[in-house]
């Protein structure tokens, strides 16, 4: 299983050892599923709305460089995240992905669509997502409601990375079937004292887009990602000196373990 809950991509062939792609803890986020239903190839990703257009480019050409001279097949989207938030942010995010994927060369299909209106439950006059988490199966293409009690390794890192405001990356070699994961580079967050100062709530209502919808680790996973940043503000210098990413690879247990730089 190979999971993300952050604006990242993941991309792999359906012959490589990754079997299932997940993520979860989507509320206004939505989630996408792009896979050629010739080549097997798919991609999985959470988007934020913070550049919706260039991803979906991004994703529909990483798809396309994995399914070369394929002649049979088509592209096949899914969609699912959002909820009627008093912001309106999932909404907005819906458009811009439908308006991106329209605006392509290529014939998208569009097989799953559960999002903003289509995702809400309301209980005791709040709105929730009643789908947070979609799992994907790498070999059939089949998408199923999934929940992660892990998210893979370095989730403070790659939390870390996406809270300084960096873009949407891919973070799997598929040709030797290994995560990568950095070098990384931010500058020193921005009060980051006075954020881990903060009680609960007061982090929960200034640093979520949808405070009332939050599953309950969210405030925890946002201290432990501020303190990441605190203790490495130069992640050049501390984690990364090499400039060489941290890669990864599945064991026979199918589990990531590190990847030792004679194995790259």
């Known amino acids: 299983v190979a999971t993300e809950r952050l604006p990242a991509a993941f991309f792999c062939s359906a012959t490589g050892s990754v079997s299932v792609l997940g993520s979860d803890d989507a509320t206004t986020c939505h989630l996408v599923v792009l896979r050629h239903t010739g080549s097997g190839a798919i991609c999985l990703t959470h988007c934020d709305g913070s550049d919706t257009e260039t991803e979906v480019l991004l994703l529909t050409n990483a798809v396309k460089v994995l399914s070369p001279n394929i002649e049979c097949g088509r592209l096949e989207v899914h969609l699912v995240g959002g909820f009627c938030d008093d912001r309106l942010l999932s909404e907005r995010l819906t458009s811009q992905l439908l308006r991106a994927f329209d605006r392509l060369q290529e014939d998208i299909h569009l097989v799953t669509f559960c999002v903003t ?3 809400d439950r309301q209980e005791k006059g709040n709105h929730f997502p009643f789908v947070y988490g979609i799992a994907a199966n790498v070999k059939t293409g089949e998408i199923f409601h999934a929940t992660f009690p892990d998210r893979g390794p370095n989730e403070e890192l790659r939390s870390a990375r996406t809270f300084t405001g960096a873009k949407m990356v891919n973070i799997y070699d598929s040709r030797k079937e290994q995560l990568c994961i950095g070098p990384y580079f931010w500058l020193p967050f921005p009060l980051v004292d006075y954020w881990l100062e903060q009680d609960d709530q007061h982090l929960l209502q200034n640093l979520s887009t949808s405070p ?11 201290r432990a990602t501020l303190t990441y940043l605190k203790e490495h503000p130069f992640p050049h210098k501390t984690l990364f000196p090499s400039r060489k990413p941290w890669r ?17």
Do not use: C, M
């Not at 009332?212 to 946002?222: C, D, L, M, N, T």
């Open 212 to 222: 009332q919808a939050e599953p309950p680790h969210f405030v925890s996973h946002i």
């Open 117 to 119: 209106e289509l995702n």
């Open 248 to 264: 990864y690879r599945k064991n026979t247990d199918g589990l990531w373990e590190r990847v030792s730089s004679d194995q790259i």
